[in-house]
C-alpha cells in the first residue's frame, strides 16, 4: 500500500508511538489522578511529562495550559463555545474546515455572529481583509495555520498582532501544521492553538490538543470529574481541570509522547522537507501532464503545509481516487470537510484529489502516483476523442 493520505490521520505510526501506546496498555494501567496507588499515580506522572514535552515543543510557558481533547474539533468547540456563547463575534477565513464553519454556525445566532475574511497570496492583502472584517463587538479570530486542501498557509504571527492591536483574542487552527510547520505560541503571541495530535505528531487517532496562553476567558462546557477537588459542586477554574472532565486517554497521551519524541529525533525541519521535496517531484511532473489541473503554484519551503489538490480533467474525483485504490495508493477524493476552500478555488461542488505524503513517503511512491495519473489522463482524453 502506497498511503498518501497523511493530512486525514498519519500512517504507519512509529515505533515510537506503538511502544508508547502499549506501555499504557500493559504497564502504567491505572487512572491517572483517580488514585493514590503506585500505577494510578505512575500514569499521572506519565500525562504530567507529556504536558510538559507539548508545552515544550510549542513554545507554552506553563504546561498546565496543555488540554488533552479528543481531537482538534473539540478543542476548536472548547474555545468558540466557551468564548462566545453569551454574546460577540468572531472573524473567521475563507479556507476554513467545517471544525470552524459549522462551530460558528452554530453559535447561539448562527450567521449573525461572524464575518468571514478572504485569503489571498499577498500577506498584506490577507491581514487587511481581516481588519476590515472586524466590528465593535467583534471579540475573536479564528483561522486555520494552513489549508487541510490547498496546503496554502496564512500569516498567524501577522494577524494575531492584529488581533491584540484590537483587544481581541486569536485561535489557530493547526491541524496541518502541528509538527510540520514551526508555531511558538509566546513569539508568534497566540491566544490558543488547536492541534490533531494523529497528524504531525503521529500519535494515534483520538487525540487532540488544546493549548491556552490566555487561561482564564475560556467557559467549561462540559463538567464532571477531574480527580482534583471533588468536595466542590462546581468545577474546577483552573487549567488543566477545568477543561479536562472524566476519565483521560492514557494511552493516546502517551502516544502523543511517543509521536514528539520521533519528530525531534529526526528532526521537524528535515521531515518537512523531506515531504515538501516530494510533493514539488509530484507538482512538477503533473504541471506537465495532459488533462490533470492543479490549483496553487508550486508549493514552496516554509509557505506552505505538505498538501496538493490535484483532478484529472473529465474524472470525478471520487472515481480517481478509485482507480488509484486500485493500485494501491491510497489518497483523499470529495470536499475533506471544507467546502469554504473549495468555493474559494472553484473546486465545487466535486472536490479534489488530495496528496499528503510522511516522514515515510518515498521519492518512488511519487513517481507510481504521478505515473497513474499520467495513464488516467490519457485514457481519459483518448475515451473523449473516440466519441467525437
Known amino acids: 500500500m502506497i498511503y498518501w493520505d497523511n493530512a486525514a490521520t498519519t500512517w504507519p505510526k512509529p515505533p515510537h508511538v506503538q511502544a508508547a501506546a502499549r506501555q499504557a496498555l500493559t504497564v502504567l494501567g491505572g487512572n491517572p489522578g483517580r488514585g493514590g496507588h503506585r500505577i ?24 498546565s495550559g496543555v488540554v488533552f481533547m479528543p481531537n482538534c474539533t473539540a478543542a476548536l468547540n472548547a474555545v468558540i463555545h466557551g468564548l462566545l456563547d453569551d454574546g460577540g463575534r468572531v472573524v473567521i477565513s475563507d479556507l476554513e474546515h467545517n471544525a470552524v464553519w459549522r462551530t460558528v454556525n452554530a453559535l447561539p445566532g448562527g450567521r449573525a455572529r461572524f464575518d468571514i475574511a478572504a485569503w489571498s497570496e499577498n500577506e498584506d492583502e490577507t491581514v487587511e481583509n481581516f481588519r476590515r472584517a472586524i466590528r465593535p463587538d467583534t471579540r475573536l479570530i479564528v483561522c486555520t495555520h494552513a489549508s487541510n486542501v490547498f496546503g496554502v498557509t496564512l500569516p498567524i504571527r501577522r494577524l494575531a498582532a492584529l488581533a491584540h492591536q484590537c483587544g ?119 504541471s506537465n501532464t495532459q488533462g490533470v489541473r492543479l490549483y496553487t503554484k508550486k508549493p514552496q519551503l516554509g509557505a506552505c503545509a505538505p498538501v496538493l489538490s490535484v483532478n484529472v480533467d473529465g474524472v470525478a474525483p471520487e472515481e480517481a ?13 470529495g470536499l475533506h470537510c471544507a467546502p469554504l476552500a473549495h468555493a474559494r478555488f472553484g473546486t465545487l461542488p466535486s472536490g479534489t484529489v488530495r496528496l499528503a505524503p510522511s516522514a515515510y513517503s518515498t521519492a518512488r511512491e511519487a513517481e507510481i502516483i504521478c505515473k497513474l495519473f499520467a495513464q488516467i489522463a490519457q485514457k481519459t482524453l483518448h475515451t473523449k476523442k473516440n466519441m467525437l
Open 40 to 63: 494510578s499515580m505512575a500514569a499521572a506522572e506519565k500525562v504530567y511529562e507529556c504536558r510538559e514535552a507539548v508545552a515544550g515543543f510549542f513554545g507554552l510557558d506553563d504546561p
Open 168 to 286: 481581541l483574542l486569536i485561535c489557530v487552527d493547526a491541524a496541518q501544521t502541528a509538527g510540520v510547520l514551526p508555531i511558538d505560541m509566546q513569539a508568534d503571541d497566540l491566544d490558543y492553538v488547536c492541534v490533531a495530535a494523529h497528524k504531525g505528531l503521529y500519535a494515534p487517532m483520538g487525540m487532540g490538543v488544546l493549548l491556552c496562553r490566555e487561561r482564564e476567558r475560556v467557559v467549561a462546557r462540559i463538567q464532571g470529574g477531574t480527580g482534583s477537588r471533588s468536595m466542590l459542586a462546581a468545577q474546577p477554574t483552573e487549567l488543566p481541570d477545568r477543561l479536562e472532565s472524566g476519565t483521560p486517554n492514557l494511552p493516546g497521551i502517551c502516544g502523543i509522547l511517543g509521536g514528539l519524541r520521533f519528530v525531534k529525533e529526526h528532526g521537524r525541519q528535515t521531515v518537512y522537507a523531506h515531504e515538501m521535496s516530494l510533493l514539488s517531484l509530484v507538482y512538477q511532473r503533473l
Open 321 to 333: 481516487a478509485r482507480l488509484l485504490d486500485a493500485h494501491g495508493v491510497a489518497v483523499r477524493a
